[in-house]
C-alpha cells in the first residue's frame, strides 16, 4: 500500500530541523528501498523550509501511521501537522526514475483536496513533466480525498493548471525539491 505524508513545519522550526538533518536521514534510510518520492518544500525564498514530503509504500495504515509520527523531526517538535493518506501511484515509478532528472527546473507537490466523486483519477496525457502522480484515498481505498503530484512545471499556476481545481475544497502549492540520498529501489 503506498501513502503520501506530508509534514508540515512549525514556524521557527529551521533551527531545529538543521539540527536532526542526520537523525532525519538515517529514519528515511530505513525505508529507502520503499521510498517512491521524497523531498523539502520551501517558502517562496526558495532556502526557508516549509515541509517535508514522503512517498512510501507500506503494509498497512498503522504502519504508515507509525513511519509518520516516529519520524525524529515530529518527536521533536519541527512539524505543525501531518497530512497522511493512502494514495496509488498512477506512473508506477519513484521519482528516481523520472526522465527529467533530479535538477533543472522548478518542482512543485500540488495537493489537491476534496470529497465525494473522484476527479483526475487518469494520468493526464501530457505527462513527460509529471514525476509522481495519483489520488488520495481513505485508508480502506473506498473514499476518493483528493489528488496530490509531483511535477516540473514553469510556475505554481502551471503546476495547480494539471488539476481540475474547481473540483476541490483546495489546492495547495508548494515548492519542492528532490530530497535523500540516491537510492534506487531494487
Same mark, same amino acid.
Given at each position: ?13 529551521? !533551527?531545529? &530541523? /538543521?539540527?536532526?538533518? @542526520? ?9 529507502? %528501498?520503499? #521510498?517512491?518520492? +521524497? ?23 498503522? !504502519?504508515? &501511521? /507509525?513511519?509518520?509520527? @516516529? ?9 505543525? %501537522?501531518? #497530512?497522511?493518506? +493512502? ?100
Amino acid at each position: 500500500m503506498e501513502f503520501l505524508c506530508y509534514h508540515r513545519d512549525r514556524a521557527g522550526s529551521m !533551527a531545529l &530541523r /538543521a539540527a536532526l538533518g @542526520e537523525q532525519h536521514w538515517a529514519y528515511m534510510d530505513r525505508f529507502a %528501498d520503499r #521510498l517512491i518520492a +521524497r523531498g523539502p518544500t520551501f517558502a517562496a525564498d526558495g532556502e526557508t523550509a516549509t515541509g517535508s514530503l514522503h512517498i512510501v509504500d507500506l503494509p498497512d495504515p498503522p !504502519a504508515a &501511521r /507509525a513511519f509518520a509520527f @516516529e519520524e525524529p523531526n515530529h518527536q521533536a517538535g519541527v512539524y505543525r %501537522d501531518v #497530512l497522511l493518506r +493512502r494514495w496509488a501511484n498512477l506512473l508506477g515509478r519513484t521519482m528516481w526514475d523520472f526522465p527529467g532528472g533530479r535538477t533543472g527546473g522548478n518542482r512543485y507537490l500540488v495537493i489537491g483536496l476534496g470529497a465525494g466523486e473522484g476527479v483526475d483519477l487518469v494520468v493526464p496525457a501530457d505527462r513527460d513533466e509529471l514525476i509522481a502522480y495519483g489520488p488520495l484515498l481513505s485508508d480502506d481505498a473506498a473514499a476518493w480525498l483528493g489528488t496530490a503530484l509531483l511535477i516540473r512545471a514553469p510556475n505554481p499556476d502551471a503546476a495547480r493548471a494539471v488539476l481540475t481545481v474547481d473540483r476541490y475544497a483546495a489546492v495547495e502549492v508548494h515548492d519542492w525539491e528532490f530530497g535523500g540520498r540516491r537510492q534506487p529501489r531494487p
